[in-house]
């Protein structure tokens, strides 16, 4: 039987947090495993049923745990001001220390988040030292906020707009105010995007002030300053504050975390004792019950059931019996999936690209060898032996007003205004910023496409590709995205073949 207990913890502050503890009755002997969020901390893992999730849990204190669910500070039932990411290392600590003078502790507490949660989780580690017996981010944990997850080298994410529209209708419906839940949810973000920039009480985050203010306080920090290594925001550099203790970064293709994932499962790899494990699929943010990504269909093997042999609850189980018992969880250190070798027909509307599960030791694995590929001046990607003039510049203009849209990739947004996962480069009705007639991107004038000829055999890429290239620019500011993209030739399903985007972590070196 499970035992509940709902606490008011005090931070630092004074502020109280709302606080679950779920007791197995004949008493806790493996320590508590810490789980904070702002999405409810009734419903953790918010892509799994309430039933099933309970279910978890009562299997985790059977084996003897503690389970303790947290409301983020301003968030549920908790006391406070929200402030997207700025005070979960310092609660999370706070929560830590609570734990460690309750009779349920043992010999440290098992870190646990999903998405914000992981964000979290990853907070707190940085400063439990010694009393982090275990930790498990799954979709999350920030690297570096300022280079990937807030910004990306930079440039706002603008998924941070749609977030902080969807949370405040989720706020709203929480709060029953039933006319503020009907203003917030009639706002055309999409539309809102072409208005730029937004200001105080002028974006349709305006029915929801505290919420507007923390997103344009985010929009408005383009310096790389104090704000973004504080650490709730940058693990980078601190790694080594975290006690040698088991982790599991979790991660796919199409989650816009995968760089982070691959970075901190490195980090804490090369420690002395270093006990970490990463699991890269091809989902999405939000998908990772799903074979598909957008228009591209993976096939069943795409299942994380395929990978560790169960779902995503009975892999944290097996993780957090790990990190009590000692009992390896996987063959290897990496679980990743390649994508690829399907047949290419169209499947219910969707490509069937294929793929399967690899195993490796690090990442990136052992066996790959650095392929270096040159930029041709008549859009071909060359061989690093061939020779081209490097006084050659190929000139374009673009339109900041006209940006290239974004059909899929690593990104969470708003339905109906980005998509994620991996979808024909094509313009198409009801996408932002596409229009007729509706040709593929590398058509634009602002897009430069560079291509390899048709490939003899298979290739694989798998690590961080890297594109290092020189620019100038007579705009003050410039941004350069860069798509890894697979062109599929033409069939009698696609005639015009599929330019699928790929995607890995990985990073773009400018000079200009």
């Not at 969807?166 to 072409?194: F, I, K, P, V, Y």
Request: glycine content about 12%; overall charge negative; proline content about 6%.
């Amino acid at each position: 039987m499970t035992v509940k207990l709902t606490e008011m913890v005090a931070m630092r502050d004074g502020v109280r947090l709302a606080t679950d503890v779920y007791l197995p009755d004949h008493g806790a002997t493996l320590g508590p495993i810490i789980e904070r969020t702002p999405y409810g901390r009734t419903h953790v893992v918010r892509d799994v049923a309430l039933d099933r999730m309970r279910r978890h849990i009562d299997d985790l204190c059977a084996a003897g745990f503690a389970v303790v669910t947290q409301d983020c500070r301003g968030t549920g039932d908790s006391e406070g001001t929200f402030t997207k990411y700025v005070n979960e290392a310092d609660d999370g600590l706070a929560t830590v220390a609570w734990a460690e003078r309750q009779p349920w502790w043992t010999h440290g507490a098992i870190l646990v988040g999903v998405s914000y949660g992981a964000h979290a989780a990853l907070g707190a580690a940085l400063g439990a030292g010694e009393r982090v017996a275990g930790l498990l981010l799954d979709r999350g944990g920030l690297w570096s906020a300022f280079h990937e997850g807030i910004r990306l080298n930079g440039a706002f994410e603008l998924k941070q707009a749609s977030w902080a529209l969807g949370e405040a209708q989720r706020a709203a419906r929480d709060d029953q105010d039933r006319l503020r839940e009907l203003a917030l949810g009639s706002q055309d973000l999409g539309s809102w995007l072409t208005r730029l920039p937004w200001r105080h009480g002028r974006s349709p985050l305006r029915f929801d002030p505290q919420r507007e203010a923390d997103l344009l306080d985010l929009w408005s920090r383009r310096a790389f300053d104090g704000f973004w290594t504080q650490p709730g925001l940058m693990a980078e550099g601190r790694v080594e504050a975290i006690a040698v203790a088991p982790s599991l970064h979790i991660s796919s293709w199409y989650d816009l975390y995968a760089s982070s994932a691959a970075k901190l499962f490195r980090a804490m790899q090369a420690r002395p004792g270093g006990d970490a494990y990463l699991v890269l699929g091809p989902w999405t943010h939000s998908g990772m019950a799903d074979t598909f990504a957008g228009e591209v269909e993976f096939g069943p093997a795409a299942r994380i059931e395929e990978a560790v042999g169960t779902d995503l609850l009975g892999l944290r189980q097996k993780w957090l019996e790990y990190c009590a018992f000692g009992s390896e969880p996987f063959s290897e250190r990496v679980l990743f999936f390649v994508m690829g070798g399907g047949s290419g027909d169209v499947i219910d509307g969707r490509l069937l690209h294929g793929g399967g599960w690899h195993t490796s030791s690090c990442w990136p694995p052992t066996a790959t060898t650095t392929l270096t590929l040159k930029l041709g001046s008549r859009g071909d990607l060359l061989g690093e032996e061939s020779r081209e003039d490097p006084e050659c510049f190929i000139l374009y203009e673009y339109d900041p007003a006209h940006p290239v849209p974004t059909i899929g990739g690593s990104i969470g947004s708003h339905p109906g205004v980005f998509a994620p996962g991996a979808f024909d480069q094509v313009e198409r009705p009801g996408v932002l910023g596409c229009s007729e007639p509706y040709l593929p991107l590398m058509a634009r004038p602002d897009v430069l496409s560079f291509s390899t000829g048709p490939l003899g055999e298979d290739l694989i890429v798998a690590g961080s590709p890297v594109v290092t290239m020189d620019f100038l620019t007579s705009a003050a500011d410039t941004d350069v995205a860069v798509k890894l993209v697979d062109h599929y030739p033409p069939s009698s399903d696609r005639p015009d073949g599929f330019a699928m985007n790929g995607t890995a972590p990985g990073l773009v070196d400018t000079r200009g």
